[in-house]
Every structure is written in structure tokens, then in C-alpha cells.
């Protein structure tokens, strides 16, 4: 995890994560990612390699159809941009969403 | 601007806003609209959010720990879609963007994500695309949905536009603002019409897709003559449907002007002419457009229009209500005819295969006395105040006018007991309108007062073609050869027998079947009020003679379609403004 520009009061912070549940990131876990990203008064913009979406935004981030072993960018810009990237960091790679993982070959 | 060609079940020609009501196919047409009513648009979508995601907090919050919280979760995810502000946005900025309505943004917008979805090359994923149909769904019920509760409190003039529409739900319009009604569904017999045209509504059915075609708000013009919409139609189309309409009107006019005058051929023959009521309010209209009485009294509103089943007093009341209008004139009360598209299947525990051939009508009334026995107590009381007729439906053999009457009997000597004063000599008649009714008429005929012909039935029956199937309705005709012999079998024993004969189905409200009715012998026909006026000036128009050689050369055809023809060039002679 790095720490951005610091312009004015705005602070940047942003991390790659994996999606490493099974069923990828559908619309539960969408909905865990976005409840999370809205407690929080920083911007969130997640990416793939080629989109770019509104982490608020359940339809965005449904429609970024990332699947298990998808890697995906969380850029977060505002004050609490830290904490904001921290939780949902934590929600993708430690808690799995809640969701189980796939079977070990 | 769009023409759609339906049934024309109701006369008349109206020109509103649509409405559309109980929209279950949500395939929303694009429509544009006028810049300026952007902002409405846009308000309506956020109320239907607004709405909508009320609705899902509801259910989310009573599906809270059922199904290990899975259903919870469908709804809880649904809500957030809502809640998203970038979805709305999108939604708002096609409005403003391209002056679409609502209903085309959300929907057009909605099925644009779900087909996104549909791609993703997952399965799990290409299948949440159904979740987004419901949501779809779920706020277009919000945007039409809201109009459907409209119907009850209308405070504007509305055509009212429907996939199909109850006969329950048409008797609850209110006449004052819904001025036409159009639906993809129905025939011109369906109840639903048969309603339409006793309130005086002019209505055009079987149109298929109509509802698939307009959205609320469009103006449209329903031309119950021709059997037409017209759908967002240009200025010069508005004006000339507004001048038909003012001649229509006038045609109307000119023949309430002959409503005192009496229903005469002009060689002399005096025709009873009666109307067919479904209301106790609808007896105004009979008197008022000059009918000698009530030929058929429909009672199963009485049944309908409640959760529970009417009492002695319901039924009392509204019987004394109409024959006081009437005072000395006829009232032909008929026996609950419940069943088959009526109230018993939508109650049944397990609907009956085939209904129509199944426990209804009188077979119903004789599984259940105390219902039975309830109708006919109110039923004789009501006869002290007029001139009042029982009538039993759908007999099919003698034994089952023997029971009616037993039970009428029974029903009878309860009433002597309690010294209830009643008309014992009131006159008992049953309508025939099964062929094996018709094909032993001269056996029934011993039995009753006098027989009605109910010919929607009888040509179903005998045609076996149900009347409200528009893939089959082609081959529903009251003039069909096999349907005519039948009839004439009837006035013929009928008139042996020497007891009163009436026709009482839709026939006689029918301009071409007039001469050929009066040809077979028919003095007394009861029909739709409001068209009372048009069959008078027919009666009046013609004379026996003419009408006698009309039957007889109808009765030689053997095509359907050749009589038809027929009718319809004899017809025109006599009263061209009628087609």
C-alpha cells in the first residue's frame, strides 16, 4: 500500500487486491463492498485492467464482473481515504467476503 | 400515430388520455415527450425509487431469517441497486437527454445493464441479468402501478387501457371519467364488454398487443363503432373524429326523439321491447331510453361485488329498488348464474377443468340451497311490489326444472308459514340456451310461463367455440345455420304451447338480426339499454311482411357467411346511418 499526493486536504491512498472467493465478486459481495465504501466520505474508484468504476455504485461494481483470481486496483481520495482502503482490503482478502473458497486442488 | 383494428364490443367514440392498468407484460414502447415535461419524469422516477425501495425494506425485513437469510439477501442487494445513485443518474440523464418517458428510461436502461450482465462470460454472473429484470419489473410496477390505483379516484377524463379486463373491475369505472375502454383480450360477448355497453362506454377489445404499444399519459380514441384505436393520433385525425362523434351524438339524439313513441312495424305489429340490466342503477337507463320493462335482471353482482355472500336483505333490496321504477312493467328476475367465468372458479379450492361445462348456473344454485333458497325468498317478496318474474338459467333437462321449482315450492310454503305476503301466481320461465334446452322445448314448455332465448350461450354451446377465445372466436355466430334451426325450433314450440317467448342474448341487440328475428316470430326481445333506441327505429322501419320474407330466404342459406352478408344489406336498407 502506498500513499498518494497529499494535494491540499485531499489524501489518495490506493492498494491491488485478488478476489480469491469462489464465486468472484457477484452481487452479495458487490453489496458487502459498496455498504463498506459508503461509510466512508472518500471517493473510491476500483478498476480492472481496462474499466474503471464507482466503488459506491452496486452497478458498477456488479458490471466490473470480476471473477475469482481477478486483481483489482481500490484507489480511494478524501480524508479518510486511509481507512476506507484498509476495510475494504480487509473484506476482500482476509474475510473472503464471508463466502466460501474454492477447493484446494 | 398507430391504428389498431379490434372487436368493437360498445358504441360510441371517445377521445382522452390512456390509462393503463394491471400491466403484468412489461414491454414498454419507446415514447417521447415534450421537453417541458422532463421534469415530471424525472420526478416520477425518483418517487418510484423512492416507493420501490420502501417496498423492498419491507420485504427484506419479513424474510429476515428464512431460508438461512437468502431470500433477505436477494432483497437487500435489490435495495442497493436502488439506493445507487449512478443507476437513477443514468436512468435521468436518458430522459433529459433523449425526452423519453419513465417507463421507457428505466426500462430501456435496466435491460441495457441486464444484457451486460447476460454477457460476462461466467455463469453466476450472466444469471444475475434475471435480478435485474425483477428490479425492472419492480419499478414499473411503481410507475403503472400507481395509475391502477388511480381508477378508483380518477379526477380526469381517461380511456382505460387493459390486457384483460374482469367484468367485476369494468362495473367499479366510474362512467364520469373513464371515457372509453380498450383491451388486448376479450370478445364481443365477453362480460367484461357486456358491462362496457350497459354503462354506456364505448370499448373496443381483442386488440392483442395493444398494452404493448402506448404507455400512460398518450392520447388515444376509441371508435366503438368501427371497432378501432388510434393511438397518439395528429391534429387533422383529432378533428375528424371529433366531428364524427358530434354526428354520432346526434344520431343518438334523434332517436331519443322517438323514445315515447312505441315499438310498432309499420304494419301495425306491437313489439315488447325490454332491457337487459346487470344494476339496480341501470334501470334509469332502460326507462329513460324507452323500454316496456326489464326482460333479464342479471344477479350475480349482488355476488361479485362482495367478500361475502349477499343476504336475504342485499338481494330484497335490490330488486325493490328496481321494480318500484318500474312499477307496473315487467321485471324478469334471473337466478344467480354464477360459475364457469363467475365468481365460483376464482373461489374454488380447485378450478374446474372445463368450467363452462362444469358446476355453474343453476347446477351451482341447486348444490347450494341455502343460497338458492336465500335469492328466491328476496326474490318473492320483491314480487308484491310489481310485476315481478323469476327465471331459472341454463336448464338443461326437465328434471332440473322440476327441482327449481320444488325448491321454489319449498321456499313458497316457508313464506306461508311466516305469513309473508308474496305473489303466488308469479310467473315462473327459464331460459333456454343449451341445445339440449332447445331440442326438448316443447316438453319444458308444459312447465314454465314463458321461455328466453339466451343466444350467447346457445351459440356456444351449440358451436362449441368458446366466446371469449379470440384464436377461435371467428367461428362464434348467432346466424350460424345449426344455431338458427335451433332457434326457430324454440319460437315454434313456443307458440304451440301458447307461453311467452323473448330473446334476451346479445342478438337482439344486434341492428341486423332484428328483421330476422321478427320474421321468425319474435314479439318480445330484451337488450342492452342503450340500444333500445336504434333497434325501436328498426322495428319501426320495417314491416312484417318484409321481415317474414327475410327469415324464410335466411333459412334456405346454409353458409354463415352468406347470411351475414345478408342481414347486413337488408339492414342497410332500412337504416343506413346505423353502419
Known amino acids: ?105 | 400515430m398507430e391504428i389498431k383494428k379490434g372487436i368493437a364490443v360498445s358504441p360510441g367514440i371517445s377521445i382522452a388520455k390512456l390509462l393503463v392498468i394491471d400491466s403484468e407484460d412489461y414491454r414498454i414502447p419507446r415514447r417521447s415527450i415534450n421537453p417541458s415535461q422532463r421534469i415530471t419524469e424525472i420526478q416520477r422516477i425518483r418517487n418510484a425509487f423512492k416507493d420501490a425501495s420502501e417496498e423492498l425494506s419491507r420485504l427484506e425485513a419479513e424474510h429476515d431469517k428464512a431460508e438461512g437469510g437468502k431470500i433477505k439477501d436477494i432483497f437487500a442487494v435489490h435495495l442497493r441497486f436502488l439506493r445507487d445513485r449512478s443507476l437513477r443518474k443514468r436512468i435521468t440523464d436518458l430522459v433529459h437527454a433523449e425526452s423519453v418517458t419513465a417507463e421507457y428510461a428505466v426500462s430501456s436502461v435496466l435491460r441495457q445493464i441486464a444484457s451486460e450482465f447476460a454477457k460476462v462470460n461466467d455463469a453466476y454472473m450472466s444469471e444475475r441479468a434475471a435480478d435485474i429484470y425483477d428490479i425492472e419489473r419492480r419499478l414499473l410496477k411503481q410507475l403503472l402501478g400507481k395509475k391502477r390505483e388511480e381508477v378508483g379516484h380518477l379526477t380526469e377524463e381517461v380511456v382505460v387501457v387493459a390486457r384483460e379486463l374482469s367484468p367485476t373491475r369494468t362495473a367499479g369505472f366510474d362512467k364520469k371519467f373513464v371515457k372509453g375502454i380498450a383491451s388486448d383480450a376479450g370478445g364481443r360477448t365477453s362480460h367484461a364488454a357486456i358491462v362496457a355497453r350497459s354503462l354506456g362506454i364505448p370499448a373496443v377489445v381483442a386488440l392483442e398487443d395493444l398494452t404493448e404499444y402506448v404507455s400512460g399519459g398518450d392520447t388515444i380514441i376509441v371508435d366503438g363503432n368501427r371497432g378501432i384505436v388510434i393511438v397518439n393520433p395528429d391534429g387533422q385525425t383529432i378533428e375528424q373524429y371529433k366531428e364524427y362523434s358530434k354526428e354520432f351524438v346526434e344520431l343518438e339524439h334523434r332517436l331519443d326523439a322517438i323514445r315515447e313513441e312505441p315499438a310498432v312495424t309499420r304494419d301495425g305489429s306491437r313489439i315488447t321491447l325490454l332491457g337487459n340490466i346487470e344494476f339496480p342503477d341501470e334501470a334509469e337507463v332502460v326507462l329513460e331510453k324507452g323500454g316496456d320493462g326489464i326482460g333479464l335482471y342479471r344477479t350475480e353482482f349482488l355476488y361479485l361485488n362482495s367478500a361475502s355472500e349477499p343476504t336475504e336483505k342485499d338481494h330484497y333490496e335490490a330488486y325493490a329498488e328496481t321494480v318500484r321504477v318500474f312499477s307496473e312493467k315487467p321485471v324478469t328476475i334471473r337466478t344467480a348464474d354464477l360459475g364457469a367465468d363467475k365468481y365460483t372458479q376464482s373461489r374454488r379450492f380447485a378450478p374446474e377443468p372445463n368450467p363452462f361445462l362444469g358446476l355453474r348456473s343453476i347446477r351451482f344454485c341447486l348444490q347450494n340451497l341455502m343460497m338458492f333458497k336465500t335469492q328466491l325468498r328476496a326474490i318473492l317478496r320483491a314480487s308484491i311490489l310489481g310485476d315481478v318474474k323469476i327465471m331459472f338459467p341454463l336448464i338443461t333437462n326437465r328434471q332440473e326444472l322440476m327441482q327449481a321449482k320444488m325448491i321454489l315450492r319449498d321456499v313458497m310454503e316457508d313464506l306461508d308459514e311466516e305469513s309473508i305476503s308474496y305473489n303466488k301466481d308469479i310467473q315462473i320461465g327459464i331460459m333456454i340456451e343449451t341445445p339440449s334446452a332447445a331440442l326438448t322445448a316443447f316438453s319444458l314448455a308444459r312447465d314454465v310461463d314463458f321461455f328466453s332465448i339466451g343466444t350467447n350461450d346457445l351459440t356456444q354451446y351449440t358451436l362449441a367455440v368458446d366466446r371469449g377465445n379470440e384464436l377461435v372466436s371467428t367461428l362464434y355466430s348467432t346466424v350460424d345455420p345449426a344455431v338458427l334451426r335451433l332457434i326457430r325450433t324454440v319460437i315454434q314450440d313456443a307458440h304451440k304451447s301458447q307461453i311467452d317467448l323473448s330473446v334476451c342474448g346479445e342478438m337482439a341487440s344486434e341492428p341486423e338480426y332484428i328483421m330476422l328475428l321478427l320474421g321468425m316470430g319474435v314479439k318480445t326481445m330484451s337488450l342492452s339499454p342503450p340500444m333500445l333506441p336504434e333497434i325501436k327505429q328498426i322495428i319501426r322501419s320495417v314491416t312484417i311482411e318484409d321481415c317474414n320474407k327475410v327469415a324464410r330466404k335466411v333459412l334456405g342459406m346454409n353458409a354463415e357467411r352468406q347470411i351475414s352478408a345478408y342481414l347486413r344489406n337488408s339492414t342497410r336498407k332500412i337504416l343506413p346511418e346505423a353502419f
Do not use: Y
Open chain 1, 1 to 105: 500500500m502506498k500513499a498518494g499526493k497529499d494535494t491540499l486536504e485531499k489524501l489518495v491512498f490506493e492498494t491491488e487486491v485478488e478476489i480469491k472467493n469462489k464465486d468472484g465478486l457477484h452481487m452479495r459481495p458487490a453489496m458487502q463492498f459498496v455498504d463498506i465504501a459508503n461509510q466512508f466520505d472518500s471517493d473510491v474508484i476500483v478498476s480492472n485492467s481496462d474499466t474503471e468504476v464507482d466503488g459506491k455504485s452496486i452497478m458498477q461494481m456488479s458490471m466490473l464482473a470480476a471473477i475469482c483470481g481477478s486483481k483489482l486496483k481500490i484507489k480511494a481520495e478524501g480524508q479518510d481515504a486511509h481507512e476506507v482502503v484498509n476495510a475494504l482490503k480487509e473484506l476482500v482478502e482476509e474475510k473472503h467476503f464471508d463466502e466460501p473458497m474454492p477447493k484446494k486442488k
